[in-house]
């Protein structure tokens, strides 16, 4: 005699878990298709920064000088004022924008005899002096090469704002795209008798290696 069948799961159920199951699976790609480059991007740097040690990149500086026009020189003419920190003026900026092919925005650091502007970005660095007597331009630039430029968008330095905001989005399209992950995972792991194994394996082998192999 043949065993009586299991009753069927009732109609309701199996839907709702069709609903689920298929915007898990919306989610799942569509995080995946955001975070699909900045993944590749991270881990290929994650790889360079920990052996920046034996990537050595070689560090190319230029230097470039130039005056100021005499009819600029009194909007940055010295003074008597105490140090402080402003942006160079309308007039300044853009002139040593167009004559420098540099940027000269931002807050720049106005002594007795100089103005100084910092200008670090990724991968590199870079800097303006202006004599506030003579109106004497000198700057200074240095890139250390794609890798490094690479490793400082990973780092967030020296990447402004907007970069800031891609990173954050970018986190938040991984949080989807791992807890979805997850949740599949967790769904289809009856008939997959490795899932929590390999989750478990996961979690417990850069926790031993952190505990035991880190000092």
């Known amino acids: 005699m ?8 009732p109609a309701k ?3 709702r878990k069709a609903f689920w199951l298929k915007q898990l699976h919306t989610w799942h790609w569509i995080s995946s298709a955001i975070s699909l480059i900045g993944l590749l991007l991270f881990a290929i740097t994650g790889f360079t920064l920990n052996h920046a040690a034996d990537i050595e990149g070689s560090p190319v500086t230029r ?7 005499k009819a600029l020189l009194p909007r940055i003419a010295p003074d008597d004022a105490p140090d402080a920190k402003k942006p160079f003026p309308a007039e300044v900026r853009s002139w040593l924008e167009s ?6 925005s931002g807050e720049a650091d106005w002594s007795g005899d100089e103005i100084y502007l910092a200008l670090p970005r990724p991968g590199g660095d870079g800097w303006i002096s202006v004599d506030r007597a003579t109106g004497e ?3 200074e630039t240095t ?9 400082d968008l990973h780092k967030g330095r020296n990447s402004g704002t907007a970069w800031k905001w891609f990173i954050d989005i970018f986190v938040l399209a991984c ?16 008939h ?15 926790a031993l290696i952190a505990i035991f192999l880190i000092h």
């Open 99 to 104: 004559n420098l092919k540099s940027r000269a």
């Open 143 to 151: 890139s250390r090469g794609w890798i490094a430029y690479l490793n």
């Open 13 to 15: 159920k199996r839907s």
């Open 2 to 9: 043949h065993a009586p069948a299991p009753p069927a799961r």
């Open 137 to 139: 331009v000198t700057t």
């Open 192 to 206: 997959r008798k490795s899932t929590w194994p390999l989750v478990g394996a996961g979690l417990v082998i850069p």
């Open 63 to 69: 230097e470039a000088k130039a005056q100021l026009p």
């Open 175 to 190: 949080m989807v795209f791992t807890l979805t992950g997850l949740v599949l995972l967790w769904m289809h792991s009856k």
